[in-house]
């Protein structure tokens, strides 16, 4: 993500923030243009520092999950992010009012990076070929488990719960499950419909690359649940799960795209560069690129590879375990340039 910065003071801002916490000026995002406008305090209206343009905080700001920007004239109360919410928990529940909190700030780091890929995102409640979050407290002997069905994505309320999330991880022997995780996988699942499914030329080199998907799903998740995956599995794949079945290596697949584009534009805005003493050249960075502007993906790995080797060791310096704790082997890039060059009419791309 980006780098904001207080349009009064000029002092660093995070994607969350709704406040300067070094001048106290007001702020807030604007997702038109991926920016954060701050406004003084001393007014009784949202005036812009910069613009002098009077605008409004989207309705879930009173919630404290939401910093995003309307014009003041806007016809709807919620931003674009918030429009998705389809079902939300009882707040009356103190113990839900903290899980939706977590839940909301991935919602909004995800919105982010797919409107800045340039897709398309309307809300299922007005369009029914659009998207649409449920974000839902399980009961005992309810059947809904978080995924995705015909644009509606559920997360189960008790994966915002960092506990539970730990535990579920250890039982799968899973290396990691977060919640941007979990929503850039179910997302993808909504854009293999959107972008594959409809173009029998993309969906014949999807299976090329990925399998035939008309394999029988249900059969394939419980042959992977009781047998694992194969044992060479990570010679081809991004993750044990993603062997179940090509609409499951899709969705992984595009998660860790995402990751990955989200790693290197921070490290991009923060200008950062890798230069080990005593090692290897391909050890060695310079991010100096967005990596939204560039066509070859080969360039975005090259970048990556050494990035990630860096946070990973000073994670493990700390005790802490790593921050990308997956190999990127040549089939999975091969995956990732697939999804890559599908991706890139969607947006202006500069040399």
């Known amino acids: 993500m980006k780098v904001f910065e207080c349009g009064h003071c000029k002092h660093a801002l995070f994607f969350e923030n709704d406040i300067c ?3 106290g000026h007001v702020c807030g995002y604007r997702d038109d243009d991926r920016k954060m406008l701050t406004f003084d305090t001393q007014s009784t209206a949202l005036i812009s520092d910069r613009e002098k343009i009077e605008y409004k905080y989207c309705k879930n700001k009173n919630y404290g999950v939401c910093n995003w920007l309307l014009k003041k004239d806007y016809d709807h109360d919620y931003c674009r992010a918030c429009q998705l919410n389809r079902t939300i928990p009882n707040l009356s529940d103190k113990k839900n009012f903290p899980k939706w909190q977590n839940l909301e700030v991935a919602k909004h780091r995800l919105i982010y990076q797919l409107q800045k890929i340039g897709l ?3 809300s299922k409640l007005v ?3 659009g998207l649409c979050f449920d974000f839902i407290v399980k009961m005992d002997n309810s059947k809904i488990m978080t995924g995705h069905a015909n644009g509606v994505i559920t997360i189960l309320l008790r994966e915002a719960d960092p506990v539970f999330r730990e535990q579920i991880r250890e039982e799968l022997h899973e290396p990691y499950r977060t919640l941007i995780g979990h929503l850039r996988h179910e997302v993808g699942h909504y854009f293999w419909d959107r972008l594959v499914f409809n173009n029998q030329n993309i969906l ?12 029988n799903y249900a059969d394939a998740l419980q042959d992977y649940y009781e047998h694992g995956a194969p044992a060479n599995w990570q010679d081809e794949f991004i993750s044990a799960y993603a062997t179940s079945h090509p609409w499951e290596d899709w969705a992984e697949t595009w ?3 995402l990751h990955i584009m989200d790693m290197v534009e921070t490290a991009h805005f923060f200008r950062l560069r890798v230069n080990p003493a005593d090692i290897s050249k391909n050890m060695k960075t310079k991010v100096t690129l967005d990596p939204y502007r560039i066509k070859d993906f080969q360039t975005i790995i090259d970048t990556c590879v050494p990035l990630s080797f860096a946070v990973n060791s000073i ?7 790593d921050v990308y ?4 082997n040549r089939k999975v890039v091969e995956k990732m ?9 969607k947006r202006c791309i500069e040399n």
């Not at 090329?208 to 394999?215: L, P, Q, V």
């Not at 340039?337 to 009419?345: D, G, K, N, R, S």
């Open 21 to 23: 916490e070094n001048c």
């Open 120 to 122: 398309d995102i309307p």
């Open 127 to 129: 369009n029914k070929e």
């Open 204 to 215: 014949s080199e999807f299976r090329t690359i990925f399998g035939n998907e008309e394999a």
């Open 255 to 257: 998660a860790h795209y």
């Open 315 to 321: 994670n493990r310096a700390m005790g802490i375990p």
């Open 325 to 328: 704790p997956f190999v990127i």
């Open 337 to 345: 340039t697939f999804i890559h060059e599908l991706l890139l009419p």
